[in-house]
């Protein structure tokens, strides 16, 4: 079982830079890869990024690619979402998820609550 915990969402202006952290509980976090979605209002929830166990590899959404980077510290049993320039469509509920074994978009086990983020032009 894995608990998850999302924080740093805001409101932003466009161009601004935000980072989403999203703490896990467990000791085995580290076995865990790790991924962030994101849900705008009257659309379907969306892949950003993902980054496997060791944080050796990531995989990113095209819209994403170049302005987002996806970390984790297994140290600290946390994974992060570093978001630059960022535009009003990125404006979304954003979501930590965790799946066993490798990479990947699909077949998340657990899910955090969501941090809203809010970008203004």
């Known amino acids: 079982q894995v608990q998850l915990v999302e924080s740093g969402g805001g409101l932003v202006q466009a161009g601004g830079s935000l980072r989403l952290s999203c703490a896990a509980s467990g000791r085995t976090f580290s076995s865990y890869a790790m991924g962030w979605f994101r849900q705008a209002p009257g659309k379907e929830r969306e892949f950003v990024a993902a980054i496997s166990w060791s944080g050796g590899s990531t995989y990113y959404a095209d819209s994403v690619k170049g302005r987002f980077t996806i970390s984790r510290d297994n140290a600290k049993n946390t994974v992060y979402l570093q978001m630059n320039s960022l535009k009003p469509e990125d404006t979304a509920v954003y979501y930590c998820?965790?799946?066993?074994?490798?990479?990947?978009?699909?077949?998340?086990?657990?899910w955090g609550q969501g941090t809203q983020v809010t970008v203004s032009s």
């Open positions: 998820a965790a799946r066993k074994g490798g990479l990947g978009s699909l077949g998340y086990d657990y």
